[in-house]
Nanobody
Framework: QVQLVESGGGVVQPGGSLRLACVASTGIARLNVMGWYRQAPGKQRELVATITGAGTINYVDSVRGRFTISRDNAKNTVNLQMNSLKPEDTAVYYC?????????WGQGTQVTVSS
């Protein structure tokens, strides 16, 4: 069982930045894919970014060029650097880890972009 704990959410003005961190209770090296998802009020949860163990990265079009995902297997962490934030980025952000057979979720951290 892997527990994922997110941190770094908060309230920021449009154009600002936040850095989200996800710390795993055990080694993430065995998790093929790590990622961040988000869910805005009244909307379905959507993929934000993923990174494989080999370092292949994928972003949803709406954040490409503004967000950067990274992982550190030695520290069991996955980070999401979010720049040039927009009000439409407001959501609960969830960390996700996936092995061949299992999927793990964190409890989420709120990001609010508002003036």
């Amino acid at each position: 069982q892997v527990q994922l704990v997110e941190s770094g959410g908060g309230v920021v003005q449009p154009g600002g930045s936040l850095r989200l961190a996800c710390v795993a209770s055990t080694g993430i090296a065995r998790l093929n894919v790590m990622g961040w998802y988000r869910q805005a009020p009244g909307k379905q949860r959507e993929l934000v970014a993923t990174i494989t163990g080999a370092g292949t990265i994928n972003y949803v079009d709406s954040v490409r060029g503004r967000f950067t995902i990274s992982r550190d297997n030695a520290k069991n962490t996955v980070n999401l650097q979010m720049n040039s934030l927009k009000p439409e980025d407001t959501a609960v952000y969830y960390c996700n880890g996936r092995s061949q057979f299992l999927v793990y979720w964190g409890q989420g951290t709120q990001v609010t972009v508002s003036s």
